[in-house]
Nanobody, 124 residues
Framework: QVQLVESGGGLVQAGGSLRLSCEAS????????MGWFRQAPGKEREFVATISWSGGSPYYADSVKGRFTISRDNAKNTVYLQMNSLKPEDTAVYYC?????????????????WGQGTQVTVSS
C-alpha cells in the first residue's frame, strides 16, 4: 500500500509560479514511476508529467512543456512539480500518482495509487 499526499497548491496570478510536492509512504518509493495529472472543472483528467524511478527521462504534456518541471528526491520520498509561467487554463486539481511499472506512461489507469489532489487556481 502506498499513500500519496500532495501539497503546494494555491491561488496565483497569471505568469506566476508554484511548486507542488507529493510525499509518498512506503519503503519502495524509489522503485516507482511517478506522474502528475490534473482535472479542471467539467473536464476529464489529463496527463501532465511523468518521471522514472531514477529521476531520468521526464516526459511532459505538450501543454506544459517548457513551463513545468517534474523532479524527485528519493531520499525524501517526494516528487515535485515546478510550475512556471502559469496560465488561467492551468487551473485544476492536481494529482500525483505512482506506478509499479518501470515503463513511463501517460495513461492514468496504469498508475496504481493516487493522492487526494491539490487545487491550483490561476487568475487572469
Amino acid at each position: 500500500q502506498v499513500q500519496l499526499v500532495e501539497s503546494g497548491g494555491g491561488l496565483v496570478q497569471a505568469g506566476g509560479s508554484l511548486r507542488l510536492s507529493c510525499e509518498a509512504s512506503g519503503r519502495t518509493f524509489s522503485s516507482y514511476t511517478m506522474g502528475w495529472f490534473r482535472q479542471a472543472p467539467g473536464k476529464e483528467r489529463e496527463f501532465v508529467a511523468t518521471i522514472s524511478w531514477s529521476g531520468g527521462s521526464p516526459y511532459y504534456a505538450d501543454s506544459v512543456k517548457g513551463r513545468f518541471t517534474i523532479s524527485r528526491d528519493n531520499a525524501k520520498n517526494t516528487v515535485y512539480l515546478q510550475m512556471n509561467s502559469l496560465k488561467p487554463e492551468d487551473t485544476a486539481v492536481y494529482y500525483c500518482a505512482s506506478s509499479s511499472s518501470s515503463v513511463l506512461t501517460t495513461i492514468g489507469r496504469r498508475y496504481n495509487y493516487w493522492g487526494q489532489g491539490t487545487q491550483v487556481t490561476v487568475s487572469s
